[in-house]
Nanobody
Framework: QVQLLESGGGLVQPGGSLRLTCAFS????????VGWFRQAPGKEREFVGS????????RYAVPVKGRFTISRDNAKNTEYLQMSDLTPEDTAVYYC???????????????????WGQGTQVTVSS
């Protein structure tokens, strides 16, 4: 029933910014942990960040800490990933995932999420 749809990816120059959107439907948004992951060609899906407690709490992976910010618009059942100071190493397909039962220690593990969007490509290049 839960469906997720990412959007907002594209081509951006190093040092630039981009905002990704994860649209949530089919469940009660505030009750779900939402995680952001990325996957570059030939690499494993990598944790980026996550939010819980209706977005009041967030955590971030070390490579993006201080550059990426998670927020949400509850009226629109939408979560955002604001990315700034982008580098070529940020190039990947970005995914949002959701789960209603994840504890904090499981949020960085992609295999723990029950629902996923289709991904949106982010390319950082001159």
């Amino acid at each position: 029933q839960v469906q997720l749809l990412e959007s907002g990816g594209g081509l951006v120059q190093p040092g630039g910014s981009l905002r990704l959107t994860c649209a949530f439907s089919g469940g009660t948004f505030r009750n779900y942990v939402v995680g952001w992951f990325r996957q570059a060609p030939g690499k494993e899906r990598e944790f980026v960040g996550s939010s819980w407690r209706n977005g009041a709490s967030t955590r971030y992976a070390v490579p993006v800490k201080g550059r990426f910010t998670i927020s949400r618009d509850n009226a629109k059942n939408t979560e955002y990933l604001q990315m700034s100071d982008l580098t070529p190493e940020d190039t990947a397909v970005y995914y949002c995932g959701a789960d209603s039962r994840l504890i904090l220690s499981s949020q960085a593990m992609a295999e723990q999420y029950d629902y996923w969007g289709q991904g949106t490509q982010v390319t950082v290049s001159s």
